[in-house]
């Protein structure tokens, strides 16, 4: 089974060290080898950090075509690669990058698609892959159905790259297709949003969440962080819906926090939230469905509409500091 | 440009959901269904294009009847026609799968863009319209957040989310397909006018062989991947408190654990 690790810039993602580990423990239920895949252009460093596993090989494959990540050239050298040597499953840290490639992968290559799995099992022949769905409300046991090999991507903080096994893997290079023309042109890069602001020191943070119901609500939540001396953060859907600025993200795909306090106020608790927060000490879950993900990871919780929780946490922490 | 839209309908995001009887998915009965979030932006984005360019959008979705309304929407929006791929064959596919049977019924047609929001609500696989991409042979991107059309309309300048606070912008060969992100736009509002126009378009409802598919060859038959159940997560550490009471009640006590138990506030 093989491990595709990704990189940027001369970095490995974190997700690949949480992959390497992943694919360990996979291979070690299957009774089969692991092998990490390592694509790009130049890639000194990142092989010899990379070969610092416990893997029967480190494949590597160099090329001007791969200098760049674009779908086309990724997809056309591990669909050949994958061809000549059938590994029954390939993993990937499940990021923005390997969730634009991996389903023409899984088309090019025949195989069985599982996107953002949280855990599998290995039961006799089978491996059964648990993912979220439905906002993470719920979780789906997902099976491949025939022989064909399974592409899964992993989500991140899922599995823990600490558990990751050193060694030393021999290193082989591989050759990859002549390029074809590319499949899009790169123009440039830009900073989203301009000036961060950094959420990753705050002590207390007050997180919202859909259930806030829009940008003319905030007062009340504006309150509470002063007088508990917080910074507001926010879940992905308050953003897209531009009732905060990008900066104030927390999640998978914003940023990482740790507070002292963490309240997630009409927050569900989706995965991709919660890995931007499990740190936190103390977790207070304000939400009106009982049933709210986000209750079983927090401290303290409160069922009930944050529009009247929120005036009322305002007076009790007035109320007795006067 | 014609530019074709796939929409997903799905629970809404609000809704109480019930596991089903068998396990394997949850309780349709009663559940309130809405158009994806980040389709209902692809197909702003779409119709905000074909008013630039004198061109039109035509709507598809796959789903069983209820899926009609979402269509029904769609051309109140501004879409000229939808299709329908509500026979029996075509559900219960993985995203692939879906993909696949989608691009049959695109490639019927004669388009320049394709245009989808980039992940469900519900199975969230993030990989339908991809699949459709693979199946044309057309390129596609992403988690895309801004699109342009360059002049000589040959071509998209497309700004792509990228990890760590960094897009990417890309130029891509049209046709192409485009999987946009929820708030990119400002999705417009049915007009009555919109509504009442709705019910005279054209909604077609092509059957697998009516698309050269073989019925045995698309929907759950064609998956190779299947959910064996669904289940709520499992409770993960001690346990959470709950504090019962009214709001000004429960609020009151805890302010008191936060202080004196938890002691994380002053």
Known sequence: MWIVLQHRDGQFHRGSWEAIAAGQKLARELGSAAEAILLGENLGALVSEAAGSALAALRVAESHALAVYTPGAYVSALASAIASAAPRVVLFPHTYQSTEYVPRLAQATGAALVTEAIAFSVEGPEIEWRRPVLGGKLHARVRARGQAPVLATLQSGAFSAEEREAGRAPVESFAVPGSTAPDREILGTEQAGGEMVDLSQAEVVVAVGRGVGGSDKFGPIEELARLLHAEIGASRPVIDSGWLPRDRQIGSSGQTVAPRLYLALGISGAIQHLVGMKGSSCVVAVNKDPSAPIFKIAHYGIVGDLHEVVPALVQALRGEAS | ?266
């Open chain 2, 1 to 266: 440009m014609r530019i074709a839209v796939c929409l997903k309908q799905v629970p809404d995001t609000e809704a109480r959901l019930r596991v089903a009887r068998d396990g394997r998915w949850i309780d349709e009965e009663d559940l309130p269904f809405v158009i994806n979030e980040s389709d209902e932006y692809a197909l702003e984005e779409a119709l905000k294009l074909a008013e630039k360019t004198a061109g039109e959008v035509v709507a598809f979705s796959l789903g069983p009847p209820r899926v009609r309304e979402a269509l029904r929407k769609a051309l109140a929006l501004g879409a000229a026609s939808a299709v329908h791929l509500s026979d029996p064959a075509f559900q219960g596919g993985d995203a692939l799968a879906t993909g696949a049977a989608l691009a049959a019924a695109i490639r019927r047609e004669s388009f320049d863009l394709v245009l989808a929001g980039s992940q469900s609500d519900d199975l969230g696989a993030a990989a339908t319209a991809t699949a459709v991409a693979g199946e044309l042979g057309w390129p596609h991107a992403w988690l895309v957040m801004g699109v342009e059309l360059e002049e000589g309309r040959r071509s998209l300048r497309l700004v792509r989310e990228m990890e760590s606070g960094i897009n990417e912008i890309l130029r891509v060969a049209l046709p192409a397909v485009v999987e946009v992100q929820a708030g990119i736009n400002h999705p417009r509002y049915a007009s009555l006018k919109g509504i009442m126009a709705a019910k005279k378009k054209p909604v077609a409802e092509p059957s697998p062989a009516d698309l050269g598919l073989d019925p045995a060859a698309v929907g759950a038959a064609a998956s190779r991947t299947e959910i064996v159940g669904v289940e709520l997560p499992e409770r993960a550490g001690a346990g959470v408190q709950l504090l019962a009471g009214d709001a000004p009640s429960a609020a009151v006590l805890l302010v008191e654990k936060l202080r004196k138990e938890a002691r994380v506030i002053a």
